[in-house]
């Protein structure tokens, strides 16, 4: 199957601070990406759908200020968790799809801890 | 709102036996259907899907089965094995929109 990667894995950070986390597609164009947070024994919940060159859609109760989603380009898409704080904390997931394809291909996940 | 559900968050089932992970749904508007498998600390790997034009789909040790007038899925691994226990998460989309809605997983625990 296709290859999705996310860095950092694991990331800890003081509260106030802002986090980035990078979701590339390794050997395919994505032509669609679907970030997604996990809490702890809480299903996946979908946050925002972006495609490539274009703004991310969130889903409902998700701030768009708060979560920047950046889609440069057909292989990275970019989550920043703006000015983080400790109910923030999860484990987010992001996912890829090529084009006329439903299938999603997930990334690995980073596990954020605001303190 | 949920619209996938998952109302076993636990199963345990002996090594070659038939494992059975149950999903319902809500809206109508699904057409298409997924089963995916995920360990801790990682993100969920696809397993096995179905689109509503099909009752049942096999792969291996996989079958789905969908009953679209009930609305519910239902995911077979048979037999059974250890290597199996993770926890399974039942995903639908309306295939116009891609996205997908998960359940909350079952957890499986294949004991020896």
């Known amino acids: 199957g296709a290859v999705v990667s996310q860095h950092p894995s ?16 390794l050997d395919f164009q994505a032509t669609t990406m679907f970030w997604y947070r996990q809490f702890p024994k809480q299903s996946l919940m979908l946050m925002a759908t972006s495609n490539e060159g274009s703004k991310a859609t969130y ?17 990275l898409s970019t989550l920043t968790v703006t000015s983080a704080h400790p109910e923030d904390s999860s484990f987010y997931i992001c996912s890829a799809r090529g ?3 439903v299938q999603q291909f997930f990334g690995p996940g980073t596990r954020l801890t605001v303190l | 709102d949920q619209q996938v559900k998952q109302n076993s968050p636990s199963l345990s089932v002996q090594e070659g036996r ?25 993100g969920p790997t696809f397993l096995i899907s179905i689109s509503s034009i099909k009752d049942k789909n096999e792969d291996g040790r996989f079958t789905v089965f969908l009953n679209k007038s009930a609305k519910h899925l239902s995911l077979h691994i ?13 995903a639908a989309s309306i295939i116009s929109g891609y996205a997908l809605n998960f359940g909350k997983g079952t957890s499986l625990l294949v004991t020896p």
């Not at chain 2, 048979?78 to 039942?90: L, N, T």
């Open chain 1, 99 to 101: 084009e006329a394809v």
């Open chain 2, 78 to 90: 048979v037999p059974s094995q250890p290597g199996d226990s993770a926890v399974y998460f039942c």
């Open chain 2, 18 to 42: 038939i494992s059975i992970l149950n999903c319902d749904y809500t809206n109508s508007m699904f057409d298409y259907f997924l089963w995916y498998k995920k360990y801790p600390a990682e």
């Open chain 1, 59 to 75: 889903e409902q109760g998700v701030e768009k200020d708060k979560f920047l989603i950046n889609h440069a380009s057909l292989t």
């Open chain 1, 10 to 25: 694991r990331v800890i950070c003081k509260s106030g601070t802002s986090v980035k986390i990078e979701c590339r597609s």
